[in-house]
């Protein structure tokens, strides 16, 4: 298991054979994409169509309870004829928006490996040829994991930086089944074991806030998160989007949300147990307004990101501080 010990304030900052100062009392990606690609590179968000095992009838219809119809995309898929012109019309929004001309690919609706291999190297080839594409990033869950998917993941990891997402969200099988999962922590380790297997920077998703937990399993969460040394994590603030299961269990008066205060409390004691070598991808949810049930402060992206950073700063900590792996 983990145990806690302060780290300098110099630390390794992962990935790359170099010591840094990070200003920022986390690593964050913006940093660890800067140090790699020496520019600001962008992630591409993108919807091939897929869909899920806990919703297509082999686990399951409902999906997770906090999942809607999207599936955490925005609905992209039909907008456009094919993934190409989707990728395209994407980096040029991108591109004026953020003056960013390199970008990685990220496949994120539903479960992006949930596909028969031929399928799934066909989509990928044509998004990662496209000028400007430097990096490839597939998120799904761990029981949509095969030796032949992983293969082809590892087979663009000699020239693309190249992620994948595992939803893990949280290691109490008590919290799995209320969430409707349809998996147990254990059948999560199986499928981080066998990624483990090839040379893939892996990315974990945890949320703050499910419904029934507390502090203490949040934190449960995170020391195991600590313990498995993924390249990467997300840490998502639990929100209500319209159309949910969560949704009625919340206008049911089934739980309470996090206030943002408790939930940038939870994410500093998160941080401080995480590996300083870990590349935090996001700290917070990101939902769309149109979508959005509650709680309202989720929209405040940068002010929770501001929070989090003036309250590690206000204890005198940072990232991995209580972290000695």
Known sequence: MFQYA????????????????????????????????GQRVQKLPLEAGFTCPNRDGTLGTG??????????????????????????????????????????????AFCNTYAPCDTLKALY??????????????????????????ALLAGYAGRLNVWLELGLQTVHDATLARINRGHIYEDFLQGYALARRYPLNICLHMIIGLPGETRKEVLATACEVARL??????????????????????????????????????????????PAETVIQRL?????????????????????????????????SRQGKYWLG
């Open 229 to 274: 040394r993924p390249e990467g994590l997300k840490i998502h603030s639990l929100y209500i989007n319209r159309g949910t299961a969560l949704e009625t269990l919340y206008q049911d008066g089934g739980f309470e949300l996090l206030s943002q205060h408790d939930f940038v409390q939870q994410a500093c004691d998160v941080l401080e147990i995480i």
């Open 125 to 150: 080839d044509q998004v990662v040829s496209l000028p400007g594409i430097v990096g490839l990033s597939v998120a799904t869950r761990p029981d949509c994991l095969s030796p032949e998917v992983l």
């Open 284 to 316: 917070t949810g990101d939902p769309a307004l149109r979508d959005l049930i509650a709680p309202q402060w989720a929209l405040k992206k940068k002010e929770t990101l501001t929070m989090i950073e003036n309250e590690l700063m206000a204890r005198g």
């Open 63 to 108: 999906g997770c309870i906090y999942c809607d119809a999207k599936g955490s995309g925005f609905g992209a898929h039909n907008q456009y004829p094919d993934i190409t012109t989707q990728a395209s019309e994407v980096m040029k929004r991108l591109s004026k928006r953020y003056k960013a001309y390199k970008f990685i690919a990220y496949f994120q």
């Open 6 to 37: 302060a780290l300098p304030a110099r630390y390794h900052c992962g990935l790359t054979d170099l010591w840094y100062f990070v200003p920022m009392p986390y690593y964050s990606f913006n940093t660890y994409l800067r140090q790699r690609f």
